[in-house]
C-alpha cells in the first residue's frame, strides 16, 4: 500500500479541517520507511504496513456488512434520482409517460429512496456517528430530489386529478423529510462537537489513563523496534511528527492541550492517542 504524502508534515498539510484527526496515520506516514515498526500501530497500522490485503483482514461477515452498507448508499442515492427522472421525461416531453404509469412508479422509488435514507442514518449511528462528506451528501441529493419530485407530482395531480396521486405526493413528502432529518442529523452531530471531540482526544481527560493504553510488554517491544532505528533516522521521524502537529495546530485542527499531549508520547506510541476514542 502506497503513501500519498512524502512525509508526515505534508500530510498536516493537507489534511482536511474538517475531518477527524487520525493520529495512527499521522505517525504511520511518518514511519513509512518503516513498515516493520507501522505494522504494530494497530489494525490500521496493519493496513498501512500493506502486510495484509483488504480480503484477508475481512471475515465474511464483514464483507457482507460491507455490501450491504454499499446497496443502503445505492439505492438512497439513486432512487429519488430515478423519480425525478420518470416524472420529468413526460413533463418536459423527452419521452412519454402516462402520468397513471409515472405515479406509481415515482411513488415506488420514493418509497424505496425513503427506506434507504433512513436505512443509511442508521447504519451512520451504529457506525459511531461520524461526519462523512460522502454520506451527508448522498442525504442532501435525497433532500433535492424529492424536493423536485414532489413539485412535479404535485402539478400532476393538481392538474389531472389522476387516482393515487395523493399516495405519491405522501411518499414524495416522506422521502424529503427522512432525507432532511438525517442531513440536518449529521450536520448537527458534526457542528456541536467541541474541538476536542473533532481530535478524538479528550484534553480533559486523566494523563494517566493514556497510560493503561498499549503498557507493558507491548511498549516495552515498541520502544526496542524504535531504538533499533539509527538515532539520525529517530530525529528525523520525530521532527517530522512534531511538524506535522504544529501544522494541525496552526490550521486549528487541534488544540494546544491536545498538540502538548501528542507531543508528550513517545516515538512510536502516538497511535495510542486514537485507542481512547
Known amino acids: 500500500m502506497g503513501y500519498l504524502h512524502a512525509d508526515a508534515r505534508s500530510w498536516a498539510q493537507d489534511h482536511s479541517p474538517l475531518a477527524e484527526v487520525k493520529f495512527t496515520q499521522l505517525e504511520a506516514t511518518a514511519f513509512q520507511r518503516h513498515p516493520e515498526i507501522v505494522e504494530h500501530f494497530g489494525l490500521q497500522g496493519v493496513v498501512m504496513a500493506g502486510r495484509?490485503?483488504?480480503?484477508?483482514?475481512?471475515?465474511?461477515?464483514?464483507?457482507?456488512?460491507?455490501?450491504?452498507?454499499?446497496?443502503?448508499?445505492?439505492?438512497?442515492?439513486?432512487a429519488p434520482i430515478t423519480a425525478v427522472a420518470v416524472m420529468s421525461g413526460d413533463r418536459f416531453g423527452y419521452y412519454f409517460i402516462d402520468?397513471?404509469?409515472?405515479?406509481?412508479?415515482?411513488?415506488?422509488?420514493?418509497?424505496?429512496?425513503?427506506?434507504?435514507?433512513?436505512?443509511?442514518?442508521?447504519?451512520?449511528?451504529?457506525?459511531?456517528?461520524?461526519?462523512?462528506?460522502?454520506?451527508?451528501?448522498?442525504?442532501?441529493?435525497?433532500?433535492?430530489?424529492?424536493l423536485i419530485a414532489l413539485t412535479m407530482i404535485s402539478a400532476v395531480v393538481d392538474l389531472d386529478a389522476i387516482a393515487g396521486g395523493?399516495?405519491?405526493?405522501?411518499?414524495?413528502?416522506?422521502?424529503?423529510?427522512?432525507?432532511?432529518?438525517?442531513?440536518?442529523?449529521?450536520?448537527?452531530?458534526?457542528?456541536?462537537?467541541?474541538?476536542?471531540?473533532?481530535?478524538?482526544?479528550?484534553?480533559?481527560?486523566?494523563?494517566?489513563?493514556?497510560?493503561?493504553?498499549?503498557?507493558?510488554?507491548?511498549?516495552?517491544?515498541?520502544?526496542?523496534?524504535?531504538?533499533?532505528?539509527?538515532?539520525?533516522?529517530?530525529e528525523a521521524i520525530l521532527a517530522d511528527r512534531d511538524a506535522a502537529l504544529a501544522v494541525l495546530r496552526e490550521r486549528r485542527i487541534i488544540s494546544d492541550a491536545t498538540l502538548q499531549r501528542a507531543r508528550a508520547q513517545e516515538l512510536g506510541m502516538l497511535y495510542r492517542l486514537d485507542a481512547r476514542r
Open 166 to 234: 395523493g399516495q405519491a405526493r405522501l411518499w414524495a413528502v416522506v422521502s424529503l423529510a427522512v432525507a432532511g432529518a438525517a442531513a440536518l442529523g449529521m450536520l448537527v452531530r458534526f457542528r456541536v462537537r467541541p474541538l476536542e471531540a473533532r481530535s478524538t482526544v479528550d484534553a480533559d481527560a486523566d494523563p494517566g489513563e493514556d497510560a493503561e493504553v498499549g503498557t507493558g510488554a507491548e511498549a516495552d517491544a515498541m520502544r526496542g523496534r524504535v531504538a533499533a532505528l539509527p538515532a539520525e533516522e529517530r
Open 52 to 78: 495484509h490485503d483488504r480480503s484477508t483482514r475481512m471475515s465474511p461477515r464483514q464483507r457482507l456488512a460491507l455490501m450491504f452498507f454499499a446497496v443502503l448508499l445505492l439505492v438512497a442515492f439513486f
Open 99 to 146: 402520468p397513471e404509469q409515472s405515479l406509481p412508479i415515482a411513488a415506488f422509488c420514493l418509497t424505496i429512496g425513503a427506506l434507504g435514507q433512513a436505512a443509511l442514518f442508521v447504519a451512520w449511528l451504529v457506525r459511531g456517528a461520524r461526519f462523512t462528506w460522502v454520506e451527508w451528501g448522498v442525504h442532501l441529493v435525497g433532500v433535492a430530489m424529492s
